[in-house]
């Protein structure tokens, strides 16, 4: 299978300070990628790279072949940010057609409208975004991800503050998602929702990749533990 | 313009055009103007144009028609053409010329030295003065009445070369739009920031720019705020040209409309200079706004922008003289020099080449500005702190 991003000796320093030392992996096309690790591992700041908020100290970050720009790529990346948020002072459906517009979606208006009917929001079309709940802004911002159906989806722990409600409607999307075939890269610290939808996992550690492969290959390589155990034996090392 | 460009423009022009907040700004000014208007027009209705004739005044008159009578002061020997020469060496400074026909023209002939801009000079009335003067100790009143009634006193202002001297009809236009990039700044300043800090303040640039280049966003943004810039100006000009157009015939703008000269090439560059400072302008807050992540921050860095972009003002007794190393130096700073272009344009005291000069610096200077705004926005979208100057480096 192909590779739709491809990490190669990525370097990142921050003031003189390493904070990515030499990681490489590949994501493929289609598949479901778990990139794990604690808080200030380094996770975000690979995707960061990739995406081209951040210029890397040294290597390659790739996708579909080359580097990231959102208006000269035949990759549609759909990314849902750790830090993120929307037009407060816009309605929903104003704000759902600016991205789809900009998305490149034909009819953004009708594919937001089946979006808001399918999570329930369709009476809040006109309503600011201010005046939902938090609850209701995730599931606007999860629609603009993944509007016009992206062949590359990034998502920085998606289900941070979802109540169970909305974290299963995100796991079902994604998981329709990557039934169409779209490739998933998840950023997240539930090691059960990692076992559910990936197929293959990078565990960083310190901007060290500690453990990669399939999550049978993973779990192998640290004698059948759950990806739960290997966590906390990973990151338990240095208390040792 | 590109598909993404004008995306992010359309939605940034609806967006704004649907706030009420934006047609109160919009429509406040000019029912500020409706007023000022209104009380300038009451006020003017006791305007005196009957000056007093003050003893240093020197005053010199020739009259062909023979209104006045033998014993008469000022009245000299010799024609039109001596009249104006004393004008232009000093030796009086009103002189006045009654035609022999001036029972039927009705009109007579007012020359004085004028380099400044002074809009109203009532001088000219003088002369009516002195003949009511004159003829009160000869004739009686129905006879002043009829003649010092309804005739003309055609006002002939000269400079010291006796040519005919208008300069403030030259200036009318690159003041008013002097005057309209003034009000542009006031206008729109702060929503150049807001928008480009809005997409930090509420976490979502890191989203958009994965949909569309920081250049396309921000060359976009900058063009929707241009627009609205656009919208409110002419909600701004329109109410002024209606009014000035209803009033053509009013004895203070009449005179202001008829003296108005208008010369293309100045126009053309006037225009210019206001569409690039413009540009200029919007880029530098587009630049600042980019660089921080609230719009408290922001109000107190484009603070000191745009006192130096106003601070010709503050010496404009100095660009109404020749131009010292002072202005020389405001004329070709960038922040400076959209004013200080337009008042010494204004005041006639500059070049066609310096002018353009001047016009270049701002127009290179805005494109840099919008430059650095472009990667400054990209490199920054993820600074969601307060403004550290590392972010500045290049990441």
């Known amino acids: 299978m192909k590779s739709i991003v491809e990490v190669k000796n990525f370097q990142m320093a921050f ?146 503050g979802f109540d169970p409600m909305n974290r ?20 997240t610290h539930y090691m059960d929702e990692v076992e559910k939808l990936c197929d293959r996992a990078l565990l960083l550690k310190d901007g060290v990749a500690r453990a990669y492969g399939t999550i049978a290959e993973i779990k192998k390589e640290f004698g059948g533990k759950s990806l739960d155990q290997i966590f906390v034996d990973v990151y338990g090392e240095e208390n040792e | 313009m590109n598909s993404f460009t004008f995306k992010v423009a359309k939605f940034e022009i609806v967006r704004q055009l649907k706030k009420p907040a934006f047609w109160a700004a919009t429509l406040l000014m000019p029912l500020l103007i409706g007023g000022i208007y209104f009380i300038s027009f009451i006020s003017t209705q006791d305007v005196d144009m009957n000056p007093t004739i003050d003893e240093d005044t020197k005053i010199a008159i020739t009259d062909d028609a023979g209104i006045f009578g033998p014993s008469a002061p000022f009245i000299i020997n010799g024609d039109k053409e001596y009249g104006v020469e004393m004008v232009k060496n000093g030796e009086v400074d009103l002189y006045f010329y009654i035609p022999a026909d001036f029972a039927e023209s009705k009109k007579a002939e007012f020359y004085h030295i004028s380099e400044g801009l002074e809009i109203f000079n009532f001088d000219g009335n003088i002369l009516k003065a002195l003949m009511m003067q004159d003829a009160s100790t000869r ?67 890191e989203m958009i720019l994965t949909s569309v280049s920081s250049k396309h966003l ?87 922008a745009i006192i130096m972009m106003v601070f010709p003002l503050y010496f404009m007794q100095m660009f109404m003289m020749e131009p010292n190393i002072v202005v020389q130096i405001m004329t070709y700073f960038p922040f400076s020099a959209p004013i200080a272009l337009m008042l010494r344009s204004g005041f006639g005291t500059i070049t066609t080449l310096e002018y353009c000069i001047g016009l270049l610096v701002v127009a290179i200077s805005a494109v840099i500005m919008t430059k650095l705004a472009i990667d400054s926005f990209q490199k920054n979208a993820i600074n969601f702190g307060t403004l550290k100057l590392k972010w500045l480096k290049k990441r």
Not at chain 1, 64 to 87: A, C, F, M, Q, S
Not at chain 1, 96 to 114: H, N, S, T
Not at chain 2, 166 to 173: D, M, P, Q, T, V
Not at chain 2, 290 to 297: H, P, R
């Open chain 2, 218 to 304: 921000i060359v976009g943004k900058i063009i929707a705020m241009l627009v609205l810039g656009l919208i409110q100006i002419l909600a701004l000009i329109i109410p002024v040209l209606i009014l000035v157009i209803i009033n053509r015939n009013n004895q203070l703008i009449g005179p202001i409309v008829a003296m108005i000269e208008v010369d293309p090439l100045a126009i053309f560059l006037s225009v210019l200079l206001f569409i690039v400072s413009s540009v200029f302008y919007a880029g530098t807050c587009t630049f600042v706004g980019s660089l921080v992540s609230t719009a408290k921050d922001a109000s107190s860095f484009i603070g000191p």
């Open chain 1, 168 to 187: 299963r409607l995100l796991i079902e999307i994604i998981e329709e998602l990557h039934k169409k075939g779209t490739a998933v890269i998840m950023i």
């Open chain 1, 15 to 160: 003031d003189g300070k390493v904070v990515i030392k030499d990681l490489s992996f590949e994501v493929k096309k289609g598949e479901v990628f778990g990139l794990l690790g604690a808080n200030g591992s380094g996770k975000t700041t690979t995707i960061r790279a990739l995406l081209g908020f951040y210029k890397p100290t040294g290597g390659e970050l790739l996708v579909d072949g080359k580097k990231y720009n959102p208006e000269d790529t035949n990759v549609d990346v759909g990314y849902l940010p750790e830090e993120r948020g929307l037009y407060r002072k816009e309605s929903v459906i104003d704000t759902m057609v600016y991205f789809g517009e900009l998305k490149g979606i034909k009819e953004p208006r009708e594919w937001a409208l089946r979006y808001l009917e399918r999570v329930g929001l369709l009476d809040k079309v006109n309503e600011k975004v201010e005046k939902l709940s938090g609850g209701q802004q995730q599931k606007v911002q999860l629609g603009l991800t993944i509007m016009g159906s992206p062949k590359l989806l990034i998502l920085d722990e998606p289900t941070k």
């Open chain 2, 139 to 205: 004739v009686d009143e129905l006879d002043i009445l009829a003649l010092t009634s309804g005739y003309e006193i055609v006002d002939n202002k000269i400079n010291k070369e006796g040519e005919a001297s208008n300069a403030l009809g030259k200036a009318i236009i690159p003041f008013a739009i002097g005057i309209t990039f003034f009000m542009f700044i006031a206008l729109c300043g702060n929503r150049f920031l807001l928008t480009v800090v809005e997409e930090k303040e509420n976490r979502i640039s």
